[in-house]
């Protein structure tokens, strides 16, 4: 398992919004969604945009480049053109520093979460 990476200060990712950050050679987006952190995967599965760079709609990121919708704690894909899930990864917030841990969580599936 990998040790945790310090990202951000939590003042540096506002509310219901995202940053990315290269994180031992992966390129993850940190959300926070009303004072919780969540990290994901930056990349779109559909045509590598910058989930990071798109609209947060409750809890689901948005591609800001063809409208695909990522649930944010769980990774799984809501809506196409997108079909497949990113991974997640595990965030703790100490005091005031928000840390990642660059090892990805497994999420298999499809839209839905389907296999």
């Keep these: 398992m990998s040790e945790f990476v310090a990202v951000a200060r939590v003042e540096d990712i506002p509310d219901r919004s995202g940053r990315a950050f290269d994180v031992a050679g992966r390129r993850i987006a940190v959300f926070n969604l009303s004072g919780r952190f969540y990290a994901i995967d930056d990349t779109c599965t559909h045509e590598e945009a910058s989930l990071s760079q798109g609209p947060v709609m409750g809890e689901m990121a948005v591609c800001p480049r063809h409208g695909s919708r ?23 917030v100490e005091d005031g520093v928000v840390y990642v841990d660059p090892t990805p969580r497994v999420h298999a599936g499809r839209i839905h979460g389907g296999a």
């Excluded at 704690?73 to 990864?89: E, F």
């Design 70 to 92: 990522f649930h944010i704690p769980t990774g799984q894909v809501r809506s196409l053109p997108a079909v497949h899930n990113v991974a997640t990864y595990a965030v703790k």
